[in-house]
């Protein structure tokens, strides 16, 4: 393996998968190795959707033990969680977990804004948080909770956030790490404080919160029980930016001097989250008119992106197709869609009738069928109809974003598993262009790794960690061609936004 200094491991979940890897730094480099990787997705109990945090905190530790198992124990520094965001559990009296924790796809929260928004308006709840509306933010889940009248969330003593749960579980200690609970909905960006006034003009419970800490904070060690179950009796537990986008936009190897002027990231995957660094949040009449958000980043930033539907698109046909006995490679897909003729039909990935469609590859017919367009006949037709969509709705972003930056974004960065589609990378850099790096594709296990060597003086800052992370993983260029195909698709496709 050679010579290293220390190994931090990241244990990386999303709402498809996990993984737990190991981040091994050699004073130059950072090389990434994983260790153990683990499906996840809801669980339907009855007509609900929950996330098995229980099972996932076993994936965790059989993962935490293989790298215990297979490297220098002693090398081990650190380890941190990060996950998505909005999703939380609550503990009651005696740290008693209540319930696994409720999936953000699930149904209970349909209408739940129409009604929050009778009691506060629209307007004074952005100004508070300067969060995007989506209705499955936890306000209006923890609203949903309330309107149900659970007995749960009467017991509640603690709400801790996906990875905060975990990291409870690892070391006892309970606290919100700062990224992810600015996704809430009720947290300030400006005061750096829960937005409780805002709870209280809704009746929900504010002594559930608990302490606000920035990312990089160290929680101690593994809890004795944990320590002994995966091996790691010395094992530091510091918090990364725990919402997977803020580790992911850690990851951007922008250069020196580039830091918050002339790029834009992508974090592509289940989701595209679009946006830009900025040194202080942006709470203004006209983001919250565009519907962005004002999202906590590492290193004292906020991130101001939007959150597009992605690859889950792509995802869900494939699930569907593998259903009726055509199962197709992510490979194959991408080889037909280049095969098919290009800007036929394009989609709004975000309207809402592909949140959670039961047949998507159907629901994008019926919207092609519905908005008058060429209706996509085969799997290469239609995956190519929601990768130019995707490309497009891009460049929507974009171009919001430089209203609201107050100039122009040269380039745009791609990080994440989408940079894997090469395809889209190379319709995005067109449908914008724009000068596209792709790079790294594990964006976010990268950006926690990294922020935990921040916090340890591993490295000195995050500019130095962008500069490790340009030079170990290889970055892609894509440049642009033929803009006069895709501005006249662009008119298109802003008619079906509306």
Request: aromatic residues 8%; hydrophobic residues 40%.
């Amino acid at each position: 393996m050679g010579k290293f200094k220390r190994v931090y491991l990241a244990v990386d979940l999303g709402a498809s998968g996990g993984r737990v890897l190991a981040g091994i730094y050699d004073g130059t480099n950072l090389t990434i190795r994983e260790f153990h990787r683990f499906s996840n997705g809801p669980v339907q109990v009855g007509n609900r959707l929950h996330w098995d945090l229980l099972r996932l905190w076993n994936h965790i530790q059989e993962g935490l033990l293989a790298a215990s198992a297979q490297l220098s124990r002693e090398s081990i520094a650190a380890v941190g969680v990060d996950t998505w965001g909005l999703d939380f559990g609550l503990l009651g009296p005696n740290d008693e977990l209540l319930g696994n924790p409720y999936c953000y796809r699930d149904g209970r929260t349909m209408g739940v804004m129409d009604e929050v928004f009778k009691q506060v308006s629209a307007e004074e709840i952005f100004g508070e948080t300067g969060l995007q509306f989506m209705p499955f933010n936890s306000l209006f889940q923890l609203f949903a909770w309330k309107q149900s009248g659970s007995p749960l969330l009467a017991a509640a003593e603690n709400l801790l956030l996906m990875p905060d749960l975990f990291h409870w579980l690892m070391t006892g200690e309970k606290a919100n790490e700062m990224t992810n609970a600015t996704t809430t909905q009720f947290y300030n960006p400006r005061t750096g404080r829960w937005a409780c006034s805002l709870l209280e003009k809704l009746g929900l419970p504010t002594h559930i919160l608990g302490n606000i800490v920035p990312p990089g904070t160290s929680l101690g060690r593994l809890r004795r029980n944990v320590a002994e179950a995966t091996g790691l009796p010395d094992t530091q537990v510091i918090l990364p930016g725990t919402h997977d986008t803020a580790s992911a936009v850690m990851a951007v190897p922008a250069r020196k001097g580039a830091a918050q002027t002339d790029w834009c990231y992508i974090s592509s995957g289940t989701w595209s989250l679009m946006g830009i660094e900025s040194p202080q949040p942006i709470v203004t009449d006209l983001c919250r008119e565009l519907n962005f958000t004002n999202e906590g980043g590492v290193g004292n930033t906020t991130r101001i992106l939007k959150n597009i539907t992605g690859l889950w698109l792509v995802q869900e046909c494939r699930r569907i197709w593998k259903q009726s006995g055509k199962d197709v490679s992510w490979d194959e897909l991408v080889a037909l869609a280049k095969k098919a003729e290009p800007l036929q039909s394009f989609i709004a990935p975000n309207d809402d009738r592909f949140v959670a469609p039961d047949d998507m590859p159907e629901t994008i017919r019926d919207y092609c069928r519905q908005t008058g367009q060429t209706v996509p006949g085969d799997q290469g037709a239609l995956v190519r109809c929601v990768l130019e969509s995707l490309a497009l709705m891009y460049r929507q972003v974009l171009g919001l974003l430089e209203q609201l930056a107050g100039r122009r974004l040269d380039t745009v960065h791609i990080v994440g598993g989408g940079t894997q589609n090469r395809m889209l990378c190379q319709l995005t850099a067109e449908a914008c262009n724009r000068l596209v790096l792709a790079g790294p594709a594990e964006a976010t296990a990268i950006g926690n790794i990294m922020m935990q060597m921040v916090a340890s003086g591993e490295v000195d800052s995050i500019e130095d960690a962008r500069t490790v992370i340009r030079d170990s993983f290889p970055v892609e260029e894509y440049l642009p061609a033929d803009p006069a195909s895709w501005d006249a698709a662009f008119g298109r496709f802003q008619q079906l936004l509306g």
